[in-house]
């Protein structure tokens, strides 16, 4: 059963924007997922308690002392299992990655973004270290326009790919539905009359979910390689 983190120690980042956004796309292939909601604010614990219609199961655990536990308990429960960190790093940090099956790390393509989310590459190496493994990650450039590259974003997703930093090719576009979805409930469920580009916010969510299982699969068969 694939873990699946989101960590950027950079506040705000869009980790989860991000997993309820990819969470939805999958309970929409009828998926079962679980999120565990690590966050002391309680983002995704807060929009469960308003998304009454989704099948998502939300549990939230701020202490690290069980986290192993409530990993094994929901793997065992769902198809998927996605942990929303908090936007600073804890004791949680290590424990949950040294889990995961991927980190996804959102982060948007400005210079000060770029600069903040150096932090969270400098400790997924600290854990890569303590872990004597590499840590599976990928960028997942959040919050930009369709279609549009602007010359400062190339240069950072450049910069990434320099320095082997794997990127999901979908990115998690700017949309309103997005946002409006946060306050709690399903993309489906937003009405067209009051948000723009809901179709639009759902097709994408489904090509970055389709990205997901993707990258789940190779890395999971390269790990039956590597172990043969
Ligand atoms: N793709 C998007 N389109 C529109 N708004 C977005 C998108 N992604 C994130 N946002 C908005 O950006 C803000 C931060 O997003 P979010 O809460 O997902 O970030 P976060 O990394 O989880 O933050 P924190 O570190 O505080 O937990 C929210 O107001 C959210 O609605
Ligand atoms: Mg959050």
Redesign the pocket.
């Known amino acids: 059963m694939p873990i699946i983190a989101?960590f950027?120690s950079?506040?705000?980042?869009?980790?989860?924007?991000?997993l309820i956004?990819l969470a939805d796309a999958l309970a929409r292939r009828e998926a079962t997922v679980s999120v565990i909601d690590t966050?002391p604010?309680r983002?995704i614990a807060h929009w469960r308690e308003k998304a009454v219609s989704s099948p998502i199961r939300v549990v939230e655990e701020t202490n690290s002392a069980n986290i192993h536990r409530l990993i094994r308990e929901e793997s065992s429960r769902s198809a998927w299992v996605f942990i929303?960190m908090?936007?600073?790093t804890s004791d949680m940090r290590t424990p949950i990655i040294s889990r995961a099956d991927l980190v996804i790390i959102?982060m948007q393509p400005s210079p000060e973004d770029a600069r903040l989310a150096a932090a969270a590459f400098a400790y997924i190496a600290t854990d890569e270290e303590t872990l004597g493994r590499p840590i599976e990650r990928r960028v997942l450039w959040?919050?930009t326009t369709p279609n549009f590259v602007t010359r400062v974003e190339r240069k950072i997703r450049d910069e990434v790919e320099e320095n082997n930093i794997p990127a999901f090719t979908t990115h998690?576009?700017?949309?309103?539905a997005?946002?409006a979805m946060?306050v709690g409930t399903t993309l489906a469920e937003l009405d067209p009359a009051e948000y723009n580009g809901i179709d639009k916010a759902i097709i994408n969510s489904d090509l970055l979910a389709a990205e997901l299982i993707e990258n789940v699969m190779e890395i999971q068969n390269r790990k039956k390689e590597n172990a043969a």
């Open positions: 989101a950027n950079k506040g705000g980042s869009a980790k989860s924007t991000a956004a966050d604010q983002t929303d908090a936007g600073f959102p959040a919050r998690l576009h700017e949309r309103s997005y946002k946060m």
